[in-house]
């Protein structure tokens, strides 16, 4: 079974710009999460999508943005980039049922310049 | 305002003996609670999961014990090998959803 593959898995982009990442969860899991990794701040979880719809939101600035097609694919936009973007962007998918375990992408790694 | 805690960030063990990483939360909601390895550059791997119905749950080296009224789960490796050297995570969730709290992970080296 192909785990959860996260596309690019790098990426330098300039302030201002933005950028889109792009999850494919494991075949038949429906609920696809996003977390941002940084130095000393653990991962800390951005939003959640189950068939198509956000279902749970962290608490970060509308610049970040996501959405589920219906084939559970997933992206996540950040627009107007700014320096404290760079981060480890990590995707994790799940059964539909909620208290099942998350099984996590290799992250995109963004570099903001 | 960090819901899940690991205040050490950094532990070494000698191979062959006990690795004790701690977690303490503060959400009386959270009922699943889970632990994750991490390698540099890599994702998180799942490694053992423990609902609050529970107070151990143990799965080959691994071993995950939940103390509810003290708000503290704990991951014992028994024996630890040089392979378990990595940063490993505690999450919390609400069965309410699937967001997960994770804390900022601790730093294992088990050395030869």
């Known amino acids: 079974k192909a785990g959860v593959t996260q596309t690019p898995r790098y990426l330098i982009k300039t302030r201002g710009q933005q950028v889109t990442l792009s999850c494919s969860p494991i075949?038949?899991?429906?609920?696809v999460s996003w977390y941002q990794q940084t130095p000393g701040q653990g991962l800390q979880f951005l939003f959640e999508?189950?068939?198509?719809?956000?279902?749970n939101k962290g608490n970060f600035p509308g610049r970040f943005s996501g959405r589920q097609f219906s084939n559970s694919r997933s992206e996540m936009n950040v627009s107007t980039l700014e320096l404290g973007d760079s981060a480890l962007y990590l995707c994790a998918s799940s059964l539909a049922q909620v208290g099942t375990e998350a099984f996590f992408g290799q992250g995109t790694r963004l570099t903001v310049v | 305002d960090q819901q899940v805690k690991q205040n050490s960030p950094s532990l070494s063990v000698q191979e062959g003996r006990i690795s004790i990483l701690n977690c303490d939360y503060t959400n009386s909601m959270f009922d699943y609670f889970l632990w994750y390895k991490k390698y540099p550059a890599e994702g998180p791997t799942f490694l053992i999961s423990i609902s609050s119905i529970k107070d151990k749950n143990e799965d080959g080296r691994f071993t995950v014990f939940l103390n509810k009224s003290a708000k503290h789960l704990s991951l014992h490796i028994v024996p630890s090998q040089p392979g378990d050297s990595a940063v490993y995570f505690c999450?919390?969730?609400?069965?309410?959803?699937?967001?997960?709290?994770f804390g900022t992970g601790t730093s294992l080296t088990v050395i030869p």
């Open positions: 999450a919390a969730s609400a069965l309410a959803g699937n967001q997960f709290y």
């Open positions: 999508y189950f068939s198509e719809t956000q279902r």
């Open positions: 075949s038949g899991h429906r609920s």
